[in-house]
């Protein structure tokens, strides 16, 4: 297996022979590219899972890099979404 920078190359052949070990190092989060007479022609990379929770203190610290919000263009915003839509759902 040939290392790069960033993400180590496999051949088309270690992937056909030792494809056990590369799609577990593929769920442990390692990525991959695969090449075929030395040129790359395609990625491996884990999926991403969704997640269901989030800690108040990784909130909390997602929240501080966050950007700032203009309070009053963000009701005007609202102001005049709800004025769109303020029919009689029930009349229709």
Request: proline share 5%; aromatic share 8%.
């Amino acid at each position: 297996m040939k290392v790069m920078s960033v993400q180590p190359e496999i051949t088309q052949r270690d992937l056909r022979n030792r494809s056990r070990e590369i799609m577990d190092a593929i769920q442990g989060g390692q990525s991959f590219t695969v090449t075929r007479d030395g040129h790359p022609i395609g990625q491996l990379v884990p999926l991403r899972r969704r997640r269901r929770f989030v800690s108040r203190q990784e909130f909390a610290a997602m929240s501080r890099t966050a950007p700032a919000i203009d309070l009053e263009a963000f009701r005007a915003y609202q102001d005049a979404t709800a004025d769109a839509y303020l029919d009689d759902p029930y009349a229709r």
